[in-house]
């Protein structure tokens, strides 16, 4: 079966999905799109206890509000906020040191900094939004097989056989993209952080009051997330996590207490733990011919400050805005004048934010007196200089 498409996005999971209803927002709907996603979702699965979850910034809501998926008089944001939890306050802290700082929504004159919406959830509306959109068709279980580009289009074969030519072809597949490869754009590993990063849900004693927490340990950060009132995600890195992967769950309570303390009251249950090894990866450009890589597919990060997932969301926004002024000058948005431009303004904010995770990495895991010195002194200068303060808020926000 061979079809003709104006964008295929290969990758249908969080970021692809979005990106697919963007475009669809941008061109009044009428764009045909295609997402090609590997795995059929178990959503029922996925969810529960055990679900994972991500923290969406204040600015990527803004930019959520500016998608109007069909058959609903909301917004995406509308649509996100019903099944998310807010974040009032970012408590940031030196374990075991003076400095200690603390964001707060209402010093900026916002309802909340950013929310954290559990993925299945999220995946679960999403689909349910396409669905709704006569102009999106999904081929899922199935994957790219051949990749073909001529200077006008890109023939897509997938391994069910149909064949799909477009003028666009998009890589949301996740890092080591084997879309990007094929196209002969490689990854670069960037760094190794030498750390895991342990994620879970715990159940408290006592609500949260909508606080999130970010604590800088000598073994790497540990940051506590609110999902219902009781409930939060955790993300624990450490250097060697097999010892607490190992931990019976009431051993696993007892030492996250330990390292936390108890100002959220006791920690009574922890879910599955997860575990991943961290990493900097990039792909060695944001485009090829006909080619836009975005999300995970162009960059990984370290969780600190939950800047990664935040940082895909703008590049996927940026493409959209650039294909819709494309069609609104009646040109081909998959040429390279178009792809040059979001590969410009791209790069600028990924080497910004790659850097700056990087360096908190390095300025708070060192021991170095001097540094440590440094570094509580500016989160104590943080806490009492209320401009100071706001600036760093406005980088977090993703403004």
Known sequence: ???????????????????????????????????????????????????????????????????????????????????????????????????????????????????????????EQLTALIAKHPNIQLFCPDTVSHIERTEQQCQITLNSGTQLTSKLLVACDGIQSQVAQQCGVTTQFIKDYQQSAIIANVILSEPHQNHAFERFTKQGPFALLPLNEKMMSLVWCMEDPTDAMAMSDSDFLYALQQQFGWKLGKFLQVSKRFVYPLSSQKSESHIHHRLAIVGNASQLLHPVAGQGFNLGMRDLFELATLVGQALAQGEDFGEAKWLQQFEQHRQADQARIMQSTSGLISIFGCEFLPMQVARNLALFGLSHFSPARNAVAHKALGW
């Open 1 to 123: 079966m061979k079809q003709n498409i104006d964008v295929v996005i290969v990758g249908g999971a969080v970021t692809g999905s979005v990106l697919a209803l963007a475009l669809s927002s941008v061109s009044g709907h009428q764009l045909q799109i295609a997402i090609v996603e590997k795995n059929t979702p178990n959503y029922a699965e996925q969810g529960g206890f055990d679900a994972r979850s991500i923290a969406l910034a204040y600015g990527s809501l803004q930019k959520l509000a500016q998608i109007r998926p069909l058959a609903t008089e909301q917004n995406l944001a509308q649509l996100v906020y019903r099944i998310a939890t807010p974040i009032k306050q970012i408590h940031v802290s030196d374990q075991g040191h003076f400095g200690k700082t603390t964001l707060k929504a209402d010093e900026l004159r916002l309802s909340e900094l950013g929310v954290v919406v559990e993925l299945a959830k999220l995946g």
